[in-house]
């Protein structure tokens, strides 16, 4: 079955503690992200990568980082938490063609929620 | 960066009626646009995508259209179901810098479907 996979489903942490979520893929998919999600504030796309070694900036990367050693994996890395980062996290993925084009279909994982005492 | 507004936020219908779901976006050189479903505790399941060139997608009871020109998308739900009832998400496909693509979300519309 074609999913995208989030270990753990839940954590509860305290401040400063390094922890890192999992993501993996099975679609063979070039593009993954990673998003956090708030009330109020709704989804807001935290780091993406867009090939093995290449990762960029989302809107709300303070905080975080990331890695994309293998295709299929892109864990989310939290040095130092803090009660602010306490959310629901969500990985996505998706193809990217011969062309770069984007704006392909994103899936998204069962979401991770964090809280950080 | 788009501004991504849904509208109603919350909406409460009896079984069987048909709906519609609305979103707005305020720049209208969007790449794609995708519908999402969100069950409480759970992921988003990808309900539709339209890509920038069509006017409308359909799957199952669900019909989307997307209007570019007035910055808007509509979800259509026929016959609606108890199990229909979840946050509907629209979102804007956006080429970040290196051409990948990011996600512009609005706050959903939460949808109950009274049996």
């Known amino acids: 079955e074609a999913q995208v996979t989030q270990n753990p489903r839940y954590l509860i942490t305290v401040t400063g503690k390094k922890l890192t979520v999992t993501c993996s893929q099975n679609?063979?998919?070039?593009?993954m992200s990673w998003y956090r999600q708030d009330p109020g504030l709704g989804l807001r796309q935290i780091y993406y990568?867009?090939?093995?070694?290449?990762?960029d900036k989302g809107d709300v990367p303070e905080g975080y980082k990331v890695s994309r050693k293998e295709k299929r994996n892109f864990p989310l890395i939290l040095e130092s938490p803090s009660p602010n980062q306490t959310s629901l996290y969500f990985c996505?993925?998706?193809?990217?063609?011969?062309?770069?084009?984007?704006?392909?279909?994103?899936?998204f994982g069962p979401g991770t929620r964090l809280t950080v005492l | 960066k788009q501004e991504v507004t849904q509208i109603p936020a919350a909406l409460s219908v009896p079984e069987g009626e048909n709906l519609v779901l609305n979103c707005s976006f305020t720049d209208s050189a969007i790449y794609n646009l995708q519908w999402f479903r969100q069950d409480p505790g759970k992921g988003l399941t990808s309900l539709l995508l339209?890509?920038?060139?069509?006017r409308e997608q359909t799957s199952g009871r669900l019909n989307a259209s997307l209007d570019k020109s007035s910055g808007r998308s509509t979800l259509y739900i026929a016959a609606s179901q108890p199990g229909d009832s979840a946050t509907y998400l629209c979102?804007?496909?956006?080429?970040?810098?290196?051409?990948?693509?990011?996600?512009?979300f609005g706050k959903g519309t939460h949808l109950i479907i009274q049996p």
């Open positions: 990568s867009m090939n093995v070694e290449v990762t």
């Open positions: 679609m063979n998919h070039e593009y």
């Open positions: 996505a993925s998706s193809h990217r063609d011969r062309a770069g084009t984007s704006g392909n279909e994103q899936f």
């Open positions: 339209i890509q920038s060139s069509q």
């Open positions: 979102a804007i496909h956006e080429t970040l810098v290196g051409g990948a693509d990011g996600l512009t």
